[in-house]
């Protein structure tokens, strides 16, 4: 395997830090702490370069709140000048590990994403009859450290950037604990209550290193099981085939394989079914012929439409912000057969006036 070094001094430049400042600022420069750091943008990214380079930099605390939709979580916000520095870290070690990737890996990647995913699963329905669909109990708790360090550092062979990581990985360390029940694994003795494991929820590191961890997963699926219809979606992921003994014995070696990686598998709610009865992903229902919108997330759309009508006529946001939201989302669900509810949610619904 090719190792990279000489990466820590890319990473501190000013003008990687510059760059990673815009896109921890894009689509948010409205909020007061994205501001804040504007007011003095060129100082700040020179106290971030002298600090990294110094190694003296310290991430600073997480702020953490709990969502309910799609399901609950609790998500950690990193203070901005630290987004910064992830989006920094990001922009030169992702090259190194994007093209060890598979084809069919589709989270928080450029030019894949949630849609090009549905197309994916839908490529498979019509040509396999059955599907094992797959998720991982508590995925972001349950991501061990050791094990990571040392999937990100078998390329990495610079022990500044190293350093680097560290320090995020020790400040996310524990935020996840209330998340985690204890599982434990072959060999392990009491000490495995007091490995360090979890991922904040919000972290772009978090979101790229998960896609590393499970980049295991995917070679050992394309590699040893041979399999050639997989695909995943952060820890949601998929298996096609057109016998039913096949995809079950996968599933057994796949959860034995999980378990080097200190993860499980959702026993009960990994299961094989037909494509014909369709495949609930990213927030559809995907049948061999058609693609709907789950019905939860069309109520959700409701309220939040009507939400956000009384908030324009409060005069909170602008028609502009209005629009925008309401594009995004019918942009979005048009990826399925949606036509004839999207006439229905939005057909009696008009713009109130100021």
């Known amino acids: 395997m090719k190792t990279y070094k000489n990466i820590y001094l890319r990473i501190c430049s000013f003008e990687n830090l510059y760059l990673a400042y815009k896109a921890a600022a894009r689509r948010k420069r409205g909020q007061s702490n994205v501001a804040l750091f504007e007011m003095n943008l060129p100082e ?3 106290q971030l370069e002298e600090e990294l380079l110094s190694r003296t930099y310290r991430p600073g605390p997480y702020y953490n709140f709990r969502i309910t939709h799609p399901k609950p979580r609790l998500i950690s916000a990193a ?13 030169q070690i992702e090259p190194i590990f994007e093209r060890r990737f598979i084809h069919d890996s589709y989270a928080c990647r450029v030019g894949k994403g949630t849609h090009r995913a549905l197309d994916r699963c839908t490529y498979f329905a019509r040509r396999y009859q059955y599907v094992l669909k ?3 109990v508590h995925f972001f708790p349950s ?3 050791a094990i990571l360090r040392s999937i990100l ?18 400040s ?4 996840l604990s209330s998340e985690y029940e204890m599982q434990w694994f072959p060999g392990d003795d009491l000490l495995a209550i007091e490995r360090p494991r979890g991922l904040p929820i919000g972290n772009l590191t978090s979101q790229f290193w998960a896609n590393c961890y499970l980049n295991l997963l995917d070679q050992f699926v394309k590699r040893e099981l041979k399999c050639p219809a997989y695909l995943r979606y952060c820890d949601d992921f998929m298996f096609f085939a057109d016998h039913k003994s096949t995809l079950w014995r996968w599933k057994r070696e796949t959860a034995d394989f999980l378990q080097t990686l200190r993860l499980r598998l959702h026993q009960r709610e990994s299961t094989v079914f037909p494509v014909s009865a369709g495949i609930s992903f990213l927030g559809f229902h995907i049948y061999p012929d058609y693609r709907r919108l789950k019905r939860r997330n069309g109520v959700s759309f409701q309220r939040r439409f009507r939400a956000l009508l009384d908030a324009y006529a409060s005069g909170t946001i602008s028609q502009e912000q209005l629009e925008a939201s309401v594009r995004g989302w019918l942009a979005h669900v048009a990826h399925g057969d949606t036509w004839g509810l999207r ?7 008009t713009i109130p006036r100021r």
């Open 79 to 91: 203070p901005f000048r630290d987004r910064v520095v992830h989006h920094a870290l990001v922009r």
């Open 143 to 145: 991501i061990d450290h």
């Open 343 to 349: 006439r229905t949610l939005l057909s009696n619904r």
């Open 44 to 46: 700040n990214l020179l």
């Open 134 to 136: 797959c998720d991982i």
């Open 153 to 170: 550092a078998r390329p990495i062979a610079d022990d500044s950037t190293l350093w680097l990581i560290d320090q995020i990985l020790d």
């Open 172 to 175: 996310g360390a524990g935020i």
